[in-house]
């Protein structure tokens, strides 16, 4: 394995010995272009130096310059700002000033929309008053003219009463006999009653004329209501017509005021405007100058960065080109010392290989010897021995003939297998004195058959005393019932093995 490692680490180094050449020639390219990049950048040193003093002298100026003018932007601006609140200022005086002319140019209407709503109100009055007592007449009439029916049909009774007591009856309030006095007596009722009625009818007549008043009444009273609404909206326009100019003389007054309060700061700005030696056509020349030269200058800067990172980068370039040909020499020598080492590890191999036959022929006939007997034991003398060929291979000995494993059982082959197994353990034991603690079988009772099994069994014990633990691991049940002591594994529904003692 080792002797692999070390051919593959040969390959590898010859590999890369093999791009020696292509690393001295590119080594050599990279050293020539950083001699031409550092020419370039030594050529621009000075061009570079000269734009950045000219660069540097124009923005000192340009800066203060641009400071001047922010300024003088800024005050200009304010001075700007308080020209046209005073121009607002004033175009809302006017503006206020118009409203009242309108206000006072309609004072004679409101005059007169006053008068006439004042006059309309007593009218409404008037009427409301005349109403109320044409209402109490024609109380009073339909009263009256209730009590004469009443009297009416008082009389009607009456008359009914006497007329129906016939001409033999006595008058109730002088006991007479009515046959006299009965026609005088109808008489009097019918004059009676045509008086009543006369006097009822006269009643209607009065009352008809007081109801076509009270109509005419609320006739007027309605009209006179509508000419008040409108009167009224009006009166109350021309109040607040008033309203509002009472509060456009305080806001006159006011903005007035503002107006005298602006005057002061436009002068002070004006002259601070004026104290401000700011030229803008020179401004405008140095802003045009400082562009061109910030733009040249970036453009220097550029370039020289650009060169300086070319240079940066090749210097790297070649100093991995250095490594990697510092790597290639040592690889050389690395090269030298696993070739040796290649050399020695070959003649080892030989040495080793002569040794193995030289083993083998040895211990072979041993193995053989040993495995024979235990072989023989566990088939209770069916068969006489076990044979080793030179590569291993196992030869059963049958009535005095060899014969290979593949012509026997999967039982026997097993068995045959298993006493190589133990001879092998049995004799490093006893020939090179090492202390074997224990012996692991792994199934080797599923192909047997009872005898068999008892028979590797005593087998096993016999062993015991040279092994102090011989371990079982077996799927056979009845072999627990033969051992020493028992350890069951099991595994639980959740796939979980435990061990039980």
Known sequence: ????????????????????????????????????????????????????????????????????????????????????????????????????????????????????????????????????TVKMSSGELQAKRDIYRQQYQELVKKEENILNLGPKAK??????????????IEKHFNSEKTTLSKQGQELNVQIKAIEKEEA??????????????????????????????????????????????????????????????????????????????????????????????QEQLIKKEVDLLKAQLIKVKEDEKALKELTGEHENLQSLLEVFANFRVYLISKIRPTLGLIAGRLFAQMTQGKYSGLELDEDYEIYIEDQGKKYSLSRFSGGEMDLANLCLRLAISQYVTEQYGAEMYFVVLDEIFGSQDVLRKNAILEALVELNKRFRQIILITHVEEIKDVVGQVVRVYENEDGISYVQV
């Open 171 to 184: 008058c109730p309030t002088c006991q007479r006999p009515l046959a006299n006095d009965l026609q005088a």
């Open 1 to 132: 394995e080792e002797l692999k490692v070390i051919k593959t680490k040969k390959e590898v180094i010859g590999q890369r010995l093999g791009q020696l050449a292509e690393l001295n020639k590119q080594f050599a390219s990279k050293e020539k272009e950083l001699e031409l990049v550092q020419e370039k950048l030594e050529k621009n040193k000075d061009k570079h130096l000269n734009i950045e003093k000219e660069y540097k002298n124009i923005e000192k100026e340009y800066v203060a310059e641009k400071k001047k003018a922010e300024k003088y932007q800024i005050r200009e601006r304010n001075l700007k700002n308080l020209e046209l609140e005073i121009e607002r200022e004033q175009k809302h005086l006017e503006a206020m000033n118009k409203a009242q002319q309108e206000i006072v140019f309609k004072a004679a209407e409101f005059n007169k929309t006053e008068k006439e709503y004042k006059e309309i109100k007593k009218s409404i009055e008037s009427i409301r008053k005349k109403i109320e």
């Open 216 to 309: 005419v009444l609320l006739t007027e009273l309605k009209e006179n209501g509508k000419e008040e609404t409108t009167l009224l909206k009006s009166y109350q326009n021309m109040l607040a017509a008033k309203s509002k100019k009472e509060q456009l003389e305080k806001q006159k007054e006011k903005i007035t005021k503002e107006i005298e309060k602006l005057k002061p700061e436009v002068l002070e700005s004006k002259n601070a405007l004026e104290e401000i030696e700011f030229d803008s056509a020179k401004y405008k020349n140095l802003e045009k100058s400082y562009n061109k030269i910030s733009g040249e200058y970036q453009q220097a800067k550029e370039s020289w960065q650009q060169s300086s990172f």
